[in-house]
C-alpha cells in the first residue's frame, strides 16, 4: 500500500479506537448512582472526619 492508504487507515483506526474509549467510558458511567468510596462523605455541615 502507498503511504497515503497506510495514514488514511491509521486515522481511520485512531478514530474508531477512540470512539470505542468514548463509549466505554460513557457506558460505566451510566450505571446511575453509586454509594461514594470514602467514608463520611454523606456530611454537608463541611466538618473535617480526620480530627
Sequence with gaps: MSFDALTI???VAAVLCAGF???L????DAGGARPSRIRGTDKTDGSDCRS
Excluded at 467510558?25 to 460505566?28: H, V, Y
Design 25 to 28: 467510558i460513557n457506558r460505566d
Design 9 to 11: 487507515t491509521g486515522l
Design 21 to 23: 474509549l468514548v463509549a
